[in-house]
């Protein structure tokens, strides 16, 4: 799949098109007028600190949080403040911060909620194939609680809970937060497979040097506001990302 | 204590527990998924027995057509509550379901009154149900195995429900993660609307046997049973469906004891002493007996 990776020669309409949203908890504002585009093959990254706002754009995409103004579009179609589960089905799929798989279930059926807004008996037993092809582990723990796996063992059954569904846009938050290195290893080996077979990820990572090295573009988020767009080493060089991880709180600027 | 006692004793326990098994799972199946400590949930058990009451009493129906239309009350008015009285709440705080729950109990019970009578009225219902049989030389009504049977099948379909179908294992993600069950495209409306129906369902059942017993419905015929469901599921597990169960039967067990042991001058106190049990479970053991896999969903 050839997929044009600057945002500037790109010729056909984003697969996610996020303008100018404002979310906020309660009374405190915690995204301020925040666009960004997702093309489809893409691997964008968003990066900043924590409290950034990172995970909270991922959230209000799925619907999980409503925007108080400003339009979310999905291929074509506004999802502005639809839930997510309608924005499941539509073909949003987020793996959650903190992995968040179903503890008491097994693995076998916290991969059947995975698929259940896009559930098709037909293909689902290959598209098991598939997952078990990318993560053999967890054809090993099939019949067992998802509670019991390891911690880079849940975040593969987390991404793995979110591929069964075929997504049309896969996020991911902080997939290697608290992982051990070798682990973190793999699972950015994992994103860029998935990347390579042409899926369309965003990525909200803290690890902004590898999330930037395998991303075709990115967005630096500080305190709500989107602060950089571009090519990932225009990122680099533009911006000191060691003042804005370390946080002057100013984003660098 | 002679074999006889000792079989009477098993008897009576098992099927006053089966009794407040499914009270207990009642209870627990709603809770599990919204969160919610259903306090209209007495209601259900009240509709049907009051569905009961004028099936049997109006119309000439045959018994199990009685019994199947007044479980089907239970269903009808746990569906009613959640779409009516929940569902537009169910955005806002906890406390607004909280108090949501309260009022519909408030307000069923003052229709009853208002509508039907403030006084008990028989509740008509087959003799069979109370004839006495004999079991290991124990006689005991029939409603007494029968219960017991009941609930052996119904915890049977239950688990099949739960582990074996998808719908049952949608409900069981979503009581343990909401948000996230939300995510894989489970959808909230459908996986409470089911909760509520199975609490439902349960109270009808329950319904038909409570009536057996004491022959009659009045107004506050739900507060029994609800608070039967509170004491269970404390001792039970508020966040497991098979701790609810057991909970269930080890209340039965203990009420039975202490009507067992307890000297006659001290047995107005066996309430008394049930609830000092139940308040000591909350201190040393608030989770109940099993835990269950229940996290808090956090914010943000």
């Known amino acids: 799949m050839v997929v044009n990776t600057t945002h500037d020669t790109i010729k056909t309409d984003p697969i996610l098109n996020v303008q100018s949203i404002d979310v906020a908890y309660g009374s405190v504002r915690v995204l301020h007028e925040v666009s960004l585009q997702v093309f489809a093959g893409e691997l964008v990254s968003i990066c900043g600190i924590n409290g950034a706002g990172k995970s909270t754009t991922l959230k209000t995409i799925a619907g999980v949080l409503k925007p108080q103004s400003g339009q979310i579009v999905f291929r074509g179609q506004d999802i502005t403040g639809k839930n997510a589960e309608k924005t499941h089905r539509l073909g949003i799929a987020l793996v959650p911060e903190g992995r968040e798989i179903f503890p008491s279930l097994t693995v076998a059926e916290n991969l059947r909620i995975g698929a259940f807004g896009r559930y098709d008996a037909k293909r689902y037993a290959q598209d098991l194939e598939d997952i078990f092809e990318l993560f053999p582990i967890l054809k090993e723990r099939y019949n067992q609680a998802g509670g019991l796996l390891s911690g880079g063992e849940q975040q593969m059954l987390a991404i793995a809970r979110a591929l069964v569904s075929r997504p049309d846009l896969l996020m991911m938050d902080e997939p290697s937060l608290g992982l051990a290195p070798a682990m973190v290893d793999l699972i950015f080996e994992l994103i860029e497979t998935l990347k390579n077979r042409g899926i369309t990820i965003l990525l909200v990572e803290q690890n902004a040097e590898r999330a930037l090295k395998i991303a075709d573009r990115a967005y630096l988020l500080s305190t709500g506001y989107i602060k950089f767009a571009g090519r990932p080493e225009d990122m680099s060089e533009t911006i000191d990302i060691t003042s804005v991880y370390l946080g002057d709180g100013e984003g660098g600027f | ?300």
């Open chain 2, 1 to 300: 204590m002679n074999l006889q006692i000792l079989t009477e004793f098993t008897i009576n326990t098992i099927s006053m527990g089966s009794l407040y098994a499914l009270i207990a799972l009642g209870l627990v199946f709603v809770f599990g998924i919204c969160q919610l400590v259903n306090f209209a949930y007495g209601e259900f058990f009240a509709v049907s027995a009051y569905t009961l009451y004028f099936l049997g009493t109006f119309t000439s129906l045959p018994w199990f057509m009685v019994f199947l239309l007044g479980i089907f009350a239970g269903v009808a008015i746990a569906f009613l509550c959640e779409v009516v009285a929940f569902r537009p709440f169910r955005d806002r705080s906890m406390d607004a379901l909280l108090v949501t729950s309260f009022a519909v109990s408030v307000i069923a019970q003052r229709v009853y009154q208002l509508s039907i009578s403030p006084r008990p009225k028989a509740v008509p219902i087959p003799d069979f149900m109370n004839r006495t049989v004999t079991i290991f030389g124990i006689g005991t009504p029939l409603r007494n195995p029968l219960i017991i049977a009941t609930t052996a099948v119904l915890l049977i379909a239950l688990t099949l429900l739960m582990k074996k179908t998808t719908l049952g294992i949608a409900m069981r993600g979503a009581s343990e993660n909401f948000t996230t069950a939300r995510l894989m495209g489970v959808p909230a409306n459908l996986v409470i609307l089911a909760a509520f129906i199975i609490s439902g369902l349960l109270a009808g059942v329950v319904a038909i046997f409570l009536s057996a017993r004491t022959g009659s419905v009045e107004p506050m015929a739900g507060a029994g049973p609800l608070l039967i469901g509170f004491i269970a599921v404390v001792i039970g597990g508020m966040h497991s469906l098979p701790g609810s169960v057991v909970g269930g039967f080890v209340y039965a067990g203990i009420s039975n004891v202490l009507s067992l042991t307890l000297p006659t001058t001290m047995l107005s106190f066996r309430d008394a002493i049930m609830f000092a049990i139940v308040i000591a479970f909350l201190v040393i053991k608030p989770e109940g007996m099993i835990r269950g896999n229940y996290h808090e969903e956090r914010v943000g």
